[in-house]
């Protein structure tokens, strides 16, 4: 049971670079989403989704696409790199009902350069 | 709307003495509240959850968390430092009626253990 895989861990891009990160759970969770840190402002949600084909944006979306063709898989789409979208970014996951824990990955270093 | 506020974003204590790191809410329902930490270039980990149960809640590692509907508090509390406790605290809420609502933040709290 790996629980939340997220790939890459660490990645520098250039301005205008597309990329995706990838997220993975095996606790077959309905609920997932994508949140990035930065520097005294805590986790800002970015999209989410409540399961397989369903999306929706959170906080923060602009700049970023997602889809969720599976259960399992969450990926996070930069379709055009900017330097404000360095970051570390978190997939997160849960069974969907409040008060569930949500379990979250590693994240993932981004650097847009 | 719902939202969290952590009052300090840094707090420092000594090996030895209690800590707390203070949490206030806003939601319009009885919310879920949770308090996460997270070490170092690591990921968050739960620390513990309010689910309108006891008021008073138990987590890993000795800390512990009393939610005060009156106060809209939910204060995490441990009696003991450790110099592993040094780390950042987040404060999380969900509201309950909400069903698949995401996780509001709260800005973090960085705690500092002295030797």
């Known amino acids: 049971n790996a629980g939340v895989t997220q790939t890459p861990k660490f990645q520098v891009l250039k301005t205008g670079q597309s990329m995706t990160l990838q997220c993975a759970q095996d606790?077959?969770?309905?609920?997932m989403s994508w949140y990035r840190q930065d520097p005294g402002m805590g986790l800002r949600l970015i999209h989410y989704?409540?399961?397989?084909?369903?999306?929706d944006q959170g906080e923060v979306p602009n700049g970023y696409n997602v889809s969720r063709s599976t259960t399992e898989d969450f990926p996070l789409r930069l379709l055009s790199a900017a330097p404000s979208q360095t970051s570390v970014y978190f997939c997160?996951?849960?069974?969907?009902?409040?008060?569930?824990?949500?379990?979250f990955g590693e994240g993932s270093w981004l650097t847009v350069v | 709307a719902q939202s969290v506020t952590q009052l300090d974003s840094h707090v420092s204590v000594s090996e030895g003495t209690p800590v707390l790191l203070r949490c206030n809410y806003s939601?319009?329902?009885?919310?879920?509240l949770f308090w996460y930490v997270q070490h170092p270039n690591k990921g968050l980990q739960l620390l513990l959850k309010?689910?309108?149960?006891?008021?008073l809640v138990k987590g890993i590692n000795g800390f512990e968390a009393e939610f005060k509907k009156s106060e809209t508090s939910f204060h995490l509390t441990k009696p003991s430092a450790h110099m592993s406790d040094a780390a950042e605290y987040f404060c999380v809420v969900k509201p309950l009626a909400s069903g698949n609502t995401p996780l509001v933040f709260g800005k973090g709290t960085r705690l500092s253990v002295i030797a």
């Open positions: 309010y689910t309108s149960a006891a008021t």
């Open positions: 939601s319009s329902y009885s919310p879920s």
């Open positions: 989704s409540v399961g397989a084909g369903i999306t």
């Open positions: 997160a996951s849960s069974a969907g009902l409040s008060g569930n824990t949500i379990y």
């Open positions: 606790m077959n969770h309905e609920y």
